[in-house]
């Protein structure tokens, strides 16, 4: 389970999160929607640790962290927290000058120091659950953007993490290659994965999300199941808010 109690974030006077308090139960997807600078991504990049949070607790598995504006936070702690999640980030940040399969075998490699041909194995596993062991040797500059997303997924899976993290997955895409990583969120989804997505995309919150939160100007105004939020919201500026939100795109998943 991953619990935020009272996390708050600040830069300079600027509170960015207000006393944010949610449970993610293991085994769900959690979409975080909601308008431009509501701090969707400042959210994902707090349970990450690459933003510290000026307040509050973190709690990920077995580990926690509670942190005060005077605190000096241990680099260990947040290690520890940080190697309990993986990060897709909405333009790929793949590495460059390494191939699909190097991309998905660095972090093994050189954080968790697995030896070569046990990385490999892994690499090879993960990359044909996102339909690319066909292009494992390609650069990342030879691929679509959806392959590149999906050798991304493959990667932030490589070790193990408790949480996949997600900002804007599908949003840098066509809508036909935002589908081919829609439906592989959505077989991650159906096994089980443990998900936290900010997404702007209707069609990805509501076929894989199973709760939904509106986030705005750095508050929570309501949270939910995905029907429940998408079907019937209970507040006017959700509704108002989902109506606005581009529902054009099909996927069939
Ligand atoms: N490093 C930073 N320094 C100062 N302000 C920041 C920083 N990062 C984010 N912010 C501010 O925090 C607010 C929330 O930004 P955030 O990127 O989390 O929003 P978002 O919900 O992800 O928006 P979008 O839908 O456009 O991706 C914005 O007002 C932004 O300007
Ligand atoms: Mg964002």
């Known amino acids: ?9 600040r830069f300079g006077d600027n509170v960015i999160l207000k006393d944010i308090n949610l449970v993610i139960p293991e085994g769900t997807v959690t979409a975080l929607v909601g308008p431009s600078g509501g701090g969707k991504s400042t959210l994902l990049r707090c349970i990450n640790l690459l933003e510290i949070p000026t307040a509050g607790t973190i709690r990920i598995g077995g580990e926690a962290i509670t942190f005060a504006p005077d605190k000096r936070v241990a680099w260990q702690d947040i ?13 790929f940040q793949l590495f460059p000058h390494q191939t699909a399969i190097g991309n998905v075998m660095e972090g093994l490699t050189t954080v968790l ?26 650069w990342p500059s030879t691929l679509s953007g959806g392959q590149q997303q999906r ?3 493959a990667r932030a899976l490589a070790p193990s993490p408790r949480v996949l993290l997600c900002d ?7 809508p036909e290659l935002a589908a081919e990583v829609v439906d592989v969120l959505g077989k991650l989804a159906s096994e089980g994965t443990t998900m936290v997505m ?12 199973n709760n939904v939160v509106f ?6 105004v309501e949270t939910g199941s995905s029907s429940s939020i998408f079907g019937a919201p ?11 939100l581009n529902a054009g795109h099909s996927y069939d998943i």
């Open 198 to 209: 900010a997404t702007h995309d209707l069609r990805l919150a509501s076929k894989i999300a």
């Open 79 to 91: 290690q520890k927290i940080r190697r309990q999640t993986g990060m897709v980030f909405q333009n």
């Open 1 to 9: 389970m991953i619990e935020l109690s009272h996390i708050e974030k």
């Open 234 to 244: 209970s507040q006017e500026r959700t509704r108002q808010f989902i109506s606005t």
């Open 151 to 153: 050798v991304a997924i």
């Open 168 to 174: 804007e997955p599908t949003s840098a895409l066509d």
């Open 113 to 138: 120091r697995w030896p070569q041909d046990k990385a490999r194995a892994r690499a090879v596993e993960l990359l044909t659950k996102v339909g690319m062991a066909h292009k494992m040797d390609a």
């Open 215 to 220: 986030l705005e100007a750095g508050n929570v």
